[in-house]
């Protein structure tokens, strides 16, 4: 049997990973000697196949996502601009885990199509940590784009420029480009991305039999 | 004026604060379930297993005493156990989820359907109870308090009857509940007393007669004298369990006998400690689902230094804690009161506690 360990605040939670054991895996953020945030894969399993999965999933968010490997300690990544990132990290965390492993899939493109309006939408880089939002579609998109921008806002604590087109911008002054395509077809619809990261979590709430008034 | 008390076992805090009596410290106490996934990895005893299989049930309950730093072991993790001996067609889940009873499928019509079967309590659900109890008493002897579980006649009704049924029941015919209740409480008694003589230093006693529910007239007419029945009859501290908003009944409770009451966050430390008058000890109130399951440790520790500063005489979770609450949050509860109690407010907690013995 293991022990707890000090290992910072625990952001984010995969409580059975379906791709390894059902072990749990969680997202710590801790800080580096010089101050410098950044996020650890840790789960407490014994199982032999856990260390892979972590080795995975770190890999996974440099790669989808443009975090860079930390030497803090093992499975610890931390985003280049040294920024925390939580909202965007946490999303990143619930993409990797999505990922059976072990190959790392294909980058995604920094556009996305949406199958209900047909519209293609694409975001480019402004440089400084902006990117300007747009769509191939006939009519007036500025309001849907707006949308979007908003969506970016709560996926990944963005800045939302309307005059520019609109434009996102991350506080940090840095790009993120892997990031911003990984994030663009979830800002299509944020607020089910958020429903999706919020399912997961209320589970395993117990409730009082009194209150049960689901049928199961 | 207090004595400084020598340093204390977990074990003996514990009985002392049920006995309202002096403690070197306020004692953190779990009379429900803080299992969390992260704690089953470590202890490699997944739900649903370690509700079945007595070593399993042992491995993940001791962690709140050797990886939280709490001062007691809880086994019991869910409400259901004897409702499997009594029939009840149980969910049992998965690691993520608690089992549960299908009450859409209910085993009993009326009265006469209820039967104790004479398995109750070498059923493998009940007995995995009594053994896990067993083991830990083995592993731990005298150093920490065992606390088991048995659920009252009114939780324990809503399982077999569903819970519309015996609301309806209950409203319409408060003759016919009460024999309802009569014929469970005997559950109750037998499940608490096996295990007690597995080991278990005190009991916890769930009987789900809910705020919204049950109002505190209801309580004082029916279920009063029977939970007098329990703290006589059961030779152990029992702490019952009611979730919800039930200041309006604590004063009622306390006349039980009951050593303690459980009591949620619902209810604010001061106002109860004022209706339980000192005629019982409370144990509680850390929010689960906005506190411990979503906040940070700060916020843990705050709703800690409220408790204390109340004079509640044992401090842990309000009720069973969501199973993805997070370590930090958890291991935040001790850490607080210790720290509290080394910068002199155990002086006044004791001086609290006597002015309500006295008073
Ligand atoms: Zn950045
Ligand atoms: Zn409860």
Redesign the pocket.
């Given at each position: 049997m293991g022990h707890v360990l000090e290992l910072g605040r625990r952001v984010a939670l995969q409580p059975m990973d379906a791709h390894c054991h059902d072990i749990t895996v969680a997202l710590y953020r801790d800080l580096a000697p010089g101050g410098t945030p950044f996020y650890a894969f840790h789960s407490y399993s014994c199982h032999p196949d856990a260390g892979l999965r972590l080795d995975f999933l770190a890999a996974a968010a440099c790669h989808l996502g443009g975090m860079v490997a930390s030497g803090a300690r093992a499975h610890a990544v931390a985003?280049p601009?040294g920024?925390a990132?939580l909202s965007a990290t946490r999303r990143l965390f619930v993409e990797v885990c999505k990922l059976a492993g072990p190959a790392l899939p294909a980058l995604r493109p920094p556009e996305a199509d949406e199958a209900r309006s047909g519209a293609r939408y694409h975001v480019e880089g402004l440089g400084a940590?902006r990117y300007r939002l747009s769509a191939d579609a006939p009519g007036d998109m500025s309001v849907r784009l707006r949308t979007i921008a908003g969506g970016f806002g709560k996926l990944a604590e963005m800045a939302v420029d309307e005059a520019a087109g609109p434009a996102v911008a991350?506080p940090?002054g840095?790009d993120?480009d892997r990031l911003v395509a990984l994030l663009l077809p979830r800002a299509l619809n944020a607020r089910a991305a958020m429903r999706e990261e919020e399912s997961v979590a209320g589970r395993g709430v117990l409730v009082a039999p009194s209150a049960q008034n689901q049928p199961n | 004026m207090s004595q400084p008390i020598s340093p204390m076992t977990s074990r003996q805090r514990v009985l002392a604060a049920l006995r309202r009596e002096p403690v070197d410290r306020t004692p953190v106490c779990n009379p429900t379930s803080v299992a969390t996934v992260e704690l089953m990895d470590l202890a490699d005893a997944f739900f649903p297993e370690a509700n079945r299989i007595p070593e399993k049930m042992a491995n993940l309950a001791e962690t709140s005493y050797t990886e939280l730093g709490f001062d007691t072991i809880m086994p019991v993790f869910s409400i259901i156990q004897e409702s499997s001996a009594l029939g009840c067609k149980i969910q049992w889940e998965q690691k993520d989820n608690w089992p549960t009873v299908k009450m859409r499928e209910p085993i009993w019509r009326d009265v006469e359907d209820i039967r104790i079967p004479p398995d109750l309590l070498t059923h493998p659900d009940t007995a995995c109870v009594t053994e896990a109890i067993r083991i830990l008493r083995r592993r731990h002897g005298d150093e920490v308090a065992i606390i088991g579980k048995t659920m009252g006649p009114w939780s324990l009704a809503y399982h077999g009857f569903g819970v519309e049924p015996f609301l309806l029941m209950a409203l319409d015919d408060p003759g016919k509940t009460m024999q309802v209740l009569e014929r469970l409480k005997e559950v109750t008694i037998a499940y608490g007393l096996a295990q007690i003589e597995a080991g278990a230093d005190a009991l916890t006693l769930p009987d789900h007669a809910t705020g919204d529910l049950v109002s505190a007239d209801y309580y004082r007419r029916f279920l009063k004298e029977l939970h007098a029945e329990f703290a006589a009859r059961l030779p152990v501290p029992i702490i019952l369990h009611i979730c919800g908003r039930t200041v309006d009944r604590m004063p009622y409770i306390a006349e039980t006998g009951m050593a303690a009451f459980h009591f949620d966050s619902k209810n604010r430390p001061d106002e109860s400690m004022a209706a339980v008058c000192g005629h019982c000890a409370l144990v509680g109130n850390i929010n689960n689902p906005e506190t411990l399951f979503a906040r940070d440790p700060e916020q843990v520790e705050a709703e800690v230094l409220a408790n204390l500063e109340a004079g509640i005489h044992l401090v842990g979770p309000e009720c069973a804690i969501p199973l993805q609450t997070s370590i930090e949050n958890l291991r935040a509860i001790p850490r607080a009161v210790r720290a509290w109690h080394s910068a002199g407010g155990g002086a006044r907690c004791h001086h609290h506690d006597h002015s309500h013995n006295n008073g």
């Open positions: 985003w601009c920024a990132h940590g991350f940090c840095h993120h | -």
